[in-house]
């Protein structure tokens, strides 16, 4: 962006912003489609991986340390391709540190892109912790915006800044370590004033986007390690591994000193909470331990609908002992009455939310093996939150069903349009891959097609 597309606020939030809106606005961000309060995948994020990887840093590096946000999985997939281990941070820091990734030997593409996606770096990703030796060649992260001088914004919580001090206190990267960040062209400021950044924020080396790379020319300071005095009691409390290098720190003698007023970024609730209606109603309680509607809590290989909260089962109890005969027989008479009254209801609920559904897509072309499981974790992926799931694996196709359309200029928090969810759906694959198309998801609106399924909601 240029001088004149500047926010008038001078904050480290107003540039944010300013990206975020342009983003969405013009039309450049693939699935999660809501950019706020994220790292966005940009388009063209494949095309910035393939230029990264042409680097001659790219190339000589053997470990990699990658942030794990989606604009940074094309990089992920070319470093497994390429050989090259990758070190992960563990999401918001809560478990550990780093997951370790080394390539599969003999693994195919289809099976080191998986293993580059969220749910494959979980499931395959060795923990590592403070204590480990690791040496790391290299450090790409994600960005809303940076400028040609080198100042980096990330989404404002602060996490990438505190991996990369802590990977300098574990010795595992020097102030030689090359920092690169891959963004759209349109996150790339001229300048960003210099006075917003403090001490402890990570500025990047290497620029990369769809169309050009960027080398800062003279490169910016970096962080020597964790500055104590910037964090608050909780937040290291919260973090296991921030406490474990506290206690290091003050074994070896020296003087930690948390700062006093704890006002951590961290705080704020995450967007996706906050979009939550059910959240601003004083009487839902959930249940622990039970995702709701958009959560996809697991369910058997039955045909089954899956909804957001279950009817609470409701028993007769035991029947009292004694010698009333009759009053027994009418308790008993009563709770039955009482039983079918709320199996009614409970139909009504039913067929009500039947009559909300706005649309349906069938999948089908689904494989023997797949799971509901799998399914699920491939729409968390790509954004895709149906209100409802009917599953049929067992005939190879699956209903998602939705409550509502979005129109392009309304709220984020609303369900997406027709054309944007089928997009997200493209080449999707579930189930065990044999490697060829005929893996791919067949995806088409459900039949009979209403007028309200039309890409153009105002017209309707």
């Not at 809106?21 to 450049?28: A, E, P």
């Not at 999707?428 to 039309?454: M, N, Q, W, Y």
Request: hydrophobic content about 35%; overall charge positive.
């Amino acid at each position: 962006m240029t001088d004149e597309q500047l926010p008038q606020e001078v904050t480290k939030h107003s540039f944010r912003q300013k990206v975020w809106d342009y983003l969405m606005k013009n039309d450049l961000v693939n699935f999660p489609l809501v950019v706020y309060d994220r790292i966005p995948n940009f388009k063209g994020a494949a095309e910035a991986a393939l230029r990264t990887a042409e680097l001659e840093e790219f190339k000589k590096a053997k470990v990699i340390k990658i942030n794990p946000d989606k604009p940074q999985e094309p990089i992920r997939f070319l470093a497994l391709e390429a050989n090259k281990e990758i070190l992960v941070p563990i999401p918001r820091l809560r478990s550990g540190l780093f997951l370790h990734i080394t390539p599969v030997a003999g693994a195919t593409k289809h099976e080191l892109r998986n293993l580059s996606k969220i749910h494959g770096l979980l499931e395959a990703g060795k923990p590592l912790g403070v204590d480990s030796k690791i040496h790391v060649d290299l450090v790409i992260l994600g960005s809303v915006c940076v400028s040609h001088d080198g100042y980096r914004l990330g989404k404002g919580k602060g996490f990438a800044d505190l991996e990369y001090a802590i990977m300098t206190r574990m010795g595992a990267i020097t102030q030689d370590t090359i920092v690169i960040t891959t963004v759209h062209d349109c996150q790339v400021f001229d300048r960003l004033p210099p006075e917003l950044f403090k001490e402890y924020d990570v500025p990047v080396d290497i620029i990369v986007t769809p169309t050009q790379t960027i080398v800062v020319n003279p490169r910016l300071k970096k962080p020597n390690g964790i500055i104590w005095s910037m964090l608050s009691e909780r937040r290291v409390k919260s973090m296991q591994v921030l406490q474990q290098l506290k206690d290091m720190d003050e074994k070896d003698g020296k003087i930690v000193t948390l700062k006093e007023e704890d006002s951590d970024t961290e705080t704020q609730k995450p967007y996706r909470n906050r979009s939550n209606p059910l959240r601003n109603n004083k009487r839902f309680k959930p249940r622990k331990n039970v995702p709701g509607v958009n959560d996809f809590n697991e369910e058997g290989e039955k045909q089954c609908t899956i909804k957001g909260r279950s009817p609470k089962k409701r028993t007769l109890g035991n029947i009292k002992s004694g010698t009333d005969n009759n009053l027994v027989a009418n308790e008993v008479e009563e709770k039955v009455e009482n039983n079918d009254r709320n199996t009614q209801r409970r139909k009504n609920l039913r067929l009500r939310s039947k009559s909300q559904v706005a649309f349906s897509l069938k999948l089908s072309n689904i494989s023997s093996s797949a799971r509901i499981r799998d399914l699920k974790n491939a729409l968390l992926e790509r954004g895709v939150k149906p209100n409802e799931i009917t599953w049929l694996g067992y005939r190879g196709i699956c209903y998602l069903h939705f409550n509502k359309l979005r129109e392009k200029n309304s709220l984020p928090e609303q369900p997406i349009q027709v054309d944007s969810i089928m997009t997200n759906l493209q080449q999707l694959c579930i189930g065990e891959p044999t490697g060829k198309e005929d893996d791919f998801i067949i995806v088409e609106p459900a039949k009979p097609i209403s007028r309200i399924e039309v890409t153009d909601v105002s017209s309707v």
